[in-house]
């Protein structure tokens, strides 16, 4: 365990950009929180803090300069590795013959910055689903390969923050390179930080101010306890997904579909949903053609398109498809739960739909 | 310590050198009509190698040009070296798009996907064959492999039904196949029409009259869904056993691998664990609406 100082924390970054990395990480624009490249120490937001509930989200000044008040905006990491539009192949047409010139993978060393606890068990739902299964999205994986990641640990969690019950956060315990827990603000902000990996720990040997002490430890262990008492929301996970997947004609459904717009604005924020699906578009001469893959969603009509209609016509089956996927079949087809915990699709949802009371409110009165 | 916790330990693992997600490109043969709405494409790859290897039951994803690519199963022989067979019925964009191509035409194919009827269960016992349709089609090569290795296995019941006879497909085939005592053709119609003297009525009738005698036969079924849940019903009935019925679900696709999510049908991933699956594993999703 090390502390690792503000100029200590600049000098992580200075060595990861020398080695050739790309930095991403938290910015302020327009009022939220996004994820995009940046320079230095100094483009991350600080002093600020959010404030969210189910259909809201507002960023408030702290009065402090403290690094790391804020938690998750509407984007997640998913964007750099399962890139919302992907180019699969181009297909040229020489008289009747086609040529198909797939796209290559682009591989690339990426470094990301301030990745929440529940953010890293994000990615490793993505690596199981997209990288991990009998067949890989080749693109996923070289995009995904050569990441170096520093974790934040939350000590002030969202109002939409349910990752305690999810046994996601709000300490990351793995899948990170270097992880940080922010210490006092006030000008003072330092970080008890921890290596994941040896070339986490050989940055953090050359710009750590030295080992974490007793009193260091002592401070962490107290903000991280209270965070986890913190959380804005709750899901008592026990049971759930048996009791959702036998919960098919539930009247819940129709009653959420009545609040529901099928917006997919929830699956498009959500760090793991991995739903995608394919274009195909001409040029003007029709000799050459492109196949595009674009992340989908299970609220649109498309979705379940069966010659004839969509098997989910009704917004309570679109609705019951998305929650009992995340929340139950999920386990079946990959061995854990499809929520982290992030809050996005509550915050996110323009008529504060809230999956905890839903998947409550459909688990509570489940029959059989 | 992983050496790279915040990386992956990923390899591009791809078989056989292939992205599953690009196609191989096949030249159409030929093009036969088998009704008015449905016909059979014969294709073999343009780089002049052998078609994949298949199972009966498995797959492929069609690509026609800049139109789109949909999931066809396979309806040849997956014994016999040959062409690439599939029988496609034209219901919409890509589909008619198919039916237009000519000979010398390519289109792009990935696959083999997708699990297969369990054609070795039936060596030694009688199987029962139910279809609906353009069901029909990927039930066919069980039929090849059975009959291309007749004295393997029991008695071969085929119980058919097609909208009107003049859309009952493979017509000579199910004459001779009917014919050599290879196996016992029932064929009944939704409606009759002149010069028709067999069946009419709804292929669970044909069920109930069926010779179903040999315990441990086991019964292939493809149609639409309502038809194979009233069709599996119905065999239950007469005595067969849930473990020994199967069915092959389908499902909007667009990767074929696993990867989409377009083909989930409760917990399961058709593309992946299906699109053939034992009648009891998805017993208590059939017949629920809109999963
Ligand atoms: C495992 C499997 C095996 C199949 N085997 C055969 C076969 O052997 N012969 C045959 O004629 N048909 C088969 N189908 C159905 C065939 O895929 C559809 O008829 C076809 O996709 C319709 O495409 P379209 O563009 O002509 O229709 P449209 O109505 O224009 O459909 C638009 C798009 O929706 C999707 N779509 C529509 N219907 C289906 C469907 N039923 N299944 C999956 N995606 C669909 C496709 O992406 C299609 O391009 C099979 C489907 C599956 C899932
Ligand atoms: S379902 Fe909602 S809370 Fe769970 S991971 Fe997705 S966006 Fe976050
Ligand atoms: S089916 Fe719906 S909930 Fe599941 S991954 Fe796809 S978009 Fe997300
Ligand atoms: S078709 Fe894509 S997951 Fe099955």
Redesign the interface.
Known sequence: MFILEPDGFEKILDSLREKGYRITGPKLRDGAIVLDTIDSAASLPRGVRDHQGPGRYRLEETGDDSWFSYTLGSDSWKKLFFHPIKP??K?T?DG?????E?EP?REGLKA?IGVRPCELQALAIQ?K??????????HY??S??????VAVNCTVPGGTCFCVSMGTGPVAD????ISLTELGSNGATRFVAR???????ELLAAASSGKAGESDLQLEAELLEAAAGNMGRSLDVEGLAAAL?ES??HPRWEEVAERCQACTNCTMACPTC?????E???DLT?SV?D?T?VW?S?FTA???????GS????RG?RY??WLT?KL??WH??FGGSGCTGCGRCITWCPVGIDITEEAQAVRGTARG | ????????N??????GGV?????R?YNVERIRRNNHDTFTMELNP?DGGNPEPFSAGQFNML?I?????IPVSISGDPVQDGPLMHTIRE??TVTRAMARL?P?????VRGPFGSHWPVELAVGTDVVIVAGGIGLAPLRPVIYQVTGNRSRYGRMVLLYGARAPKEILYQRQLKAWGGSFDMDVHVTVDRGERGWNGEIGVVTGLIRRAPLDRSGAIALICGPEIMMRFSAQELLRRGMDKDRIYVSM???M??G??????C?Y??K?IC?DGPVYRYDDIESLLG????
């Open positions: 699969l192949f297909t047409r009747g013959l086609l040529q198909i797939p993978p990301l690596d689903v997209l990288a991990e299964g009998e067949f890989v999205d080749r994986v070289a995904r390969k050569g990441t170096f990641i793995r899948g990170y390179d290596a994941g990996s040896p070339h986490g720990e997947a098919g004609d991995y739903c995608h699906t394919v195909d578009s001409t029709g053609a196949r893959r989908d299970c498309d979705h379940s398109y069966l010659h004839g098997v989910r016509e009704t089956a019951r498809q996927h139950s079949s079946d087809q | 310590m992983s050496p790279e916790p915040g990386s992956i990923l390899t591009d693992r791809i078989r992205d599953p997600m690009v196609p490109i343009a690509y040009f800049g139109v789109g690519e219901v919409g000519k010398g035409d390519s289109i792009g389908e499902r909007n667009k990767c691998v696993g990867l989409c999510g377009h989930q409760g917990a991933i992946k629920r609406r809109e999963v």
